[in-house]
């Protein structure tokens, strides 16, 4: 097991500090821009991926750092330059989790670099689980894959919504249920390849905040993929699906395991937009003045603050500790990782919205970042488990007991 030490190492804050430059230089100039556009902001992708920083090299050098903490300290920077730039340039990473959690060495080496393409040639990745009827009750999927012996394909149909990337990514990672009468373990992850016949955009949503990152339904019909696109392959699932049918119990679900793998990632996006609500509401309240006195110096204005940077400091020791007990192998036997994604999300929430009281009135017009924060802050509480069901998994690690 590695030490764990609150102290970063030089690696670590060189990559910190040369992703805040770009966060800096980059996402908060361009972000009131691309809120108000909501289309996906390719000259921006573009940009990260000639830095290097929208790419996979960048991905699996902060998620192999050994302590865990090079993947949350640069989500952080990234989230406090804008949320909404932050998901547009993350947004693959969904996928290649996907991949990572079910995949096989050969398809990880295969799909993973398709992900994101080259710099002049840049690729999108969607994750696509949730369903019109099937949000947080993963369990009932309705997207269904039959398999075609004849022809050794998978066969998909149905719909799925919220999908970040949907419809526009080059590569789809679905979860479909290969038999329904086993709910959650009778479901399988498949790659649908760039160009594949069946799979469209469906509806495009108009959001409350990240509008900078797409978000769509992802319609599939008679969509075919070669038996090689089923993640783990045909043997592993097999083996799975009749362990299941004999009653025993298994480890992990396929949407499962890339969500428990992802969500202190979730929270250190939420931190660093709490971050760059504290920072300014603190600024501006040592700048502006009523009766006379700076309104910092009112003890009403000056303990929100205090209270705003204790919440933001223990939402990131809460996604510190998730990040590197995940990358150290230490089971979440108290639901850590729940933990982390929902503490962050909901000081999210709170700071931002203290924040904009800070700033009055000026807190609520468009034309100061504050309000954007909150609305983007807000979808941390909902997406990859919301709240409600990051509490299940805390309530149920820690008294083993199936709350429902
Ligand atoms: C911007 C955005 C991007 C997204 N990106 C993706 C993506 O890339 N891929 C993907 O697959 N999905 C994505 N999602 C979907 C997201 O994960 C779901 O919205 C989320 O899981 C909640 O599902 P739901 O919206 O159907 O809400 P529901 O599950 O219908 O929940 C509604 C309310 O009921 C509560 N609730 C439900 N069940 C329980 C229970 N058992 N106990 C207590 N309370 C309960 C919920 O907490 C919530 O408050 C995205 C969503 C959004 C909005």
């Not at 590569?171 to 069946?198: K, N």
């Not at 990040?323 to 929902?342: D, R, Y």
């Amino acid at each position: 097991m590695t030490d764990f030490s609150m102290a970063l190492n030089e690696d670590q804050v060189t990559l910190r500090d040369w992703v805040h430059g770009f966060a800096a230089d980059v996402l908060r100039p361009n972000a009131h821009e691309w809120d108000e556009r909501e289309e996906t902001p390719w000259p921006i992708i573009e940009e990260a991926a000639k830095l290097g920083i929208y790419s996979v090299d960048f991905l699996l050098n902060a998620v192999s750092d050994p302590t865990g903490l090079s993947f949350p300290l640069a989500l952080e920077e990234l989230a406090w330059g804008d949320a909404g730039l932050c998901m547009a340039i993350m947004g693959s990473s969904l996928a290649v989790a996907g991949i990572m959690a079910n995949g096989t060495r050969d398809q990880q080496m295969e799909w993973i670099p398709q992900c994101y393409g080259a710099p002049g040639d840049l690729k999108l990745a969607a994750f696509a689980v949730t369903e019109p009827d099937a949000g947080s009750d993963v369990s009932s999927l309705r997207t269904r894959a039959i398999y075609d012996a004849a022809t050794d394909e998978w066969v998909l149909n149905g719909t799925k919504t919220w999908i970040t990337n949907g419809g526009i990514a080059n590569l789809h990672v679905v979860v479909a249920s290969v038999d329904p009468e086993l709910g959650a373990r009778g479901q399988a992850s498949f790659v649908i390849p760039e160009g594949t016949p069946g799979i469209a955009q469906g509806q495009k949503f108009s959001k409350m905040g990240i509008r900078a990152s797409h978000t769509a339904e992802v319609v599939l019909t008679d969509c075919r993929v070669p038996g090689r696109c089923l993640l783990g392959g045909k043997e592993a699932l097999d083996e799975r699906l009749a362990r299941a049918r004999s009653g025993q119990r298994s480890s992990s679900q396929a949407a499962m395991a890339t969500f428990e793998s992802t969500r202190p990632g979730v929270g250190a996006q939420a931190v660093g937009i709490a971050r760059a609500a504290y920072e300014y509401a603190l600024e501006y309240a040592k700048g502006r003045k009523q009766f006379g006195r700076a309104i910092v110096e009112n003890q009403a204005i000056a303990f929100k603050l205090a209270d705003m940077r204790t919440r933001l400091d223990a939402a990131r020791l809460l996604v510190w500790r998730a990040s590197w007990m995940a990358a150290t192998h230490v089971p979440f036997t108290g639901g850590e990782g729940s933990m982390s994604k929902l503490f962050a999300g909901e000081a999210a929430v709170h700071i931002t919205e203290e924040a904009i009281q800070i700033l009055g009135g000026y807190g609520y017009v468009r034309e100061y970042p504050v309000e954007r924060w909150h609305r983007d802050a807000k979808i941390y509480t909902i997406f990859e488990g919301t709240s409600e069901i990051q509490r299940l998994v805390i309530a149920r690690s820690i008294t083993g007991m199936r709350i429902k």
